[in-house]
């Protein structure tokens, strides 16, 4: 149980951080450089590694939420993720014990 919760944990953090760092290069390149948007490898990279969250929060939700604003709601699918698996770990770990949840 410890394992899945951290491993659900984890994987959260990656896409959280990922699609924050997809935003936010966005933004930035938008501002500096907005031909660049097509070439740039590190936003491809992160799009890979966000595509597979934002296609479950595209079936997740209903046909009126638009497209653009899928990523959104991906990162709010995902904060609560994160939440319910630390509570999970939380939990587990005050079952168990301190020593032995390390």
């Known amino acids: 149980m410890l394992l899945l919760a951290?491993?659900?944990?984890?994987i959260a953090e990656l896409a959280l951080l990922a699609l924050l760092g997809r935003?936010?290069?966005v933004a930035g390149l938008r501002r500096l450089a907005p031909q660049a948007l097509e070439s740039n490898v590190f936003?491809?990279?992160l799009?890979?590694?966000c595509r597979p969250f934002v296609t479950v929060a595209g079936w997740l939700t209903p046909r009126w939420?638009?497209?653009?604003h899928l990523p959104l709601?991906?990162?709010c699918l995902l904060t609560g993720l994160w939440l319910?698996?630390?509570v999970l770990k939380l939990q587990w770990c005050?079952?168990?014990?301190?020593?032995?949840c390390r």
Do not use: Y
Not at 6 to 10: G, P, R, S, Y
Not at 94 to 100: A, D, P
């Open 47 to 49: 799009d890979t590694l």
């Open 84 to 86: 319910a698996a630390t």
């Open 94 to 100: 005050l079952e168990v014990g301190l020593e032995q």
């Open 73 to 75: 709601v991906a990162f």
């Open 43 to 45: 936003l491809w990279l």
């Open 6 to 10: 951290t491993a659900l944990k984890l």
């Open 23 to 25: 935003w936010l290069l």
């Open 65 to 68: 939420v638009l497209r653009q």
